[in-house]
């Protein structure tokens, strides 16, 4: 009985720590989004050697691929080439390129076609040919489902002062048709920039590839683009790198728009699993991640205080998934920069499916060890190394 009593004691303890902490997420995520983000862009870059090269991977053609992909050609910045990378000589993208080149010749813009095979990572291949051709010293690499504002780059390059060394834009997901459109904005307008936000706060370097400025000197003392063509998450260890030799991380204060025009439901959870993947066999303390979801640690903070304070469990998770809510929605209109595009009852429903999801979704992740990505099935390693698998 003394050992049951102590286990139960440090469970309590357990719940009111994770109370804490994530409560403490919540409240960081909210306020930096309020003094942070949305600010414009007024002032020049203020960097001696500002010119830019914009690498940009494509694989196919989306219905929104040409609108967000002019808007890189319509950029109001002094000095910057854009770099259009794509790996098949019959991807129908090419034809989206040359028209965008026929359309805007005043644009430094070239288009590379073929990639170059240094490693598993089909991204980085497909890059290669145009790191090896950038001319300036700032590498903006951007996925192919961005969209960006006239001075989205100024806001950037704003942020690469003296001692940054990486400037990575916030996830979020542009207003689109449809309840699948409204599941992934509500995911990455509450969960995602709740943990991405704080860990950038507290120190914990957490950057996601979508949208990243980088100096490419520390890139090249790195090893350049083929010391990271071992790993799927190419992102991470290209910020390790980068951390590892002293320099800073900035946010901008604009967001990584994803403007994707080929979503469901099914992909986004495919997706999320993916993630999930890489993260836990990256980071392995990833695994203790289910119980910062909101229905897991409102049951363990509800156990604590019905052992602490006697108070109903079943009440009190109650209370608490609402207090969640509300957090979540006070955070995703932040980062929306205003009211969201659809009613509070879709909010409201997308908001329950994806929190429902999460544990379904960490469950699939440590099921299976190998991942799909683009055209390639990868055996993951521990560490973040991957092995491509090969049909027999």
């Known amino acids: 009985m003394a050992l049951l009593e102590l286990a139960m004691q440090g469970l309590s303890v357990v719940g009111v720590v994770l109370f804490c902490v994530l409560w403490m997420m919540h409240l960081m995520s909210i306020i930096y989004v309020r003094l942070h983000m949305h600010r414009r862009a007024t002032e020049k870059p203020a960097l001696k050697y500002s010119g830019v090269s914009l690498l940009k991977p494509l694989k196919g053609v989306d219905p929104n691929l040409t609108s967000n992909l002019e808007t890189f050609f319509t950029l109001d910045y002094d000095q910057y080439e854009v770099l259009l990378c794509v790996q098949d000589s019959d991807d129908p993208a090419i034809e989206v390129c040359k028209k965008l080149l026929g359309k805007y010749p005043n644009v430094d813009a070239k288009l590379f076609i073929g990639g170059k095979k240094v490693g598993i990572n089909p ?36 942020q690469m002062t003296d001692k940054v060394g990486l400037v990575h834009g916030l996830p979020y997901v542009a207003d689109r048709q449809g309840f699948a459109a409204t599941l992934e904005q509500v995911y990455f307008g509450t969960s995602h920039p709740r943990s991405y936000i704080s860990a950038n706060v507290t120190g914990i ?8 400025l980088m100096r490419k000197e520390i890139l090249d003392q790195a090893g350049g683009l083929v010391a990271f063509a071992q790993y799927i998450a190419e992102d991470y260890f290209m910020a390790k790198a980068i951390a590892d ?41 990833t695994v203790v991640e289910p119980i910062s979801e909101c229905f897991v640690a409102s049951l363990i903070i509800g156990w604590a205080a019905h052992h602490i304070f006697r108070w109903d469990i079943m009440v009190f998770f ?42 379904q979704i960490f469950l699939s992740a440590l099921w299976d060890p190998t ?3 683009r055209t390639g099935r990868y055996r993951l390693r521990c560490g973040g190394t991957a092995e491509e698998i090969l049909d027999v």
């Open 318 to 359: 109650m209370c608490h998934c609402l207090a969640w809510f509300i957090a979540d929605y006070i955070q995703l209109t932040g980062i929306q920069g205003g009211g969201v595009s659809f009613s509070k009852l879709d909010y409201a429903v997308a908001w329950f499916i994806r929190e429902s999801l999460a544990v």
């Open 123 to 158: 991204k980085i291949n497909n890059l290669m040919p145009g790191y090896e051709a950038a001319k300036y010293n700032l590498i903006w690499i951007c996925d192919s489902g961005i969209r960006v504002k006239p001075d989205s780059l100024t806001d950037m390059a704003n």
């Open 245 to 285: 030799r002293g320099w800073k991380f900035a946010m901008a204060t604009q967001v990584a728009m994803q403007n994707s025009g080929s979503y469901s439901i099914a992909q986004f959870q495919s997706r999320m699993i993916r993630w999930a993947k890489l993260r836990i066999n990256m980071l392995p303390a």
């Open 371 to 373: 991942i799909s990505w």
């Open 205 to 212: 370097k957490c950057v996601t590839g979508m949208s990243c």
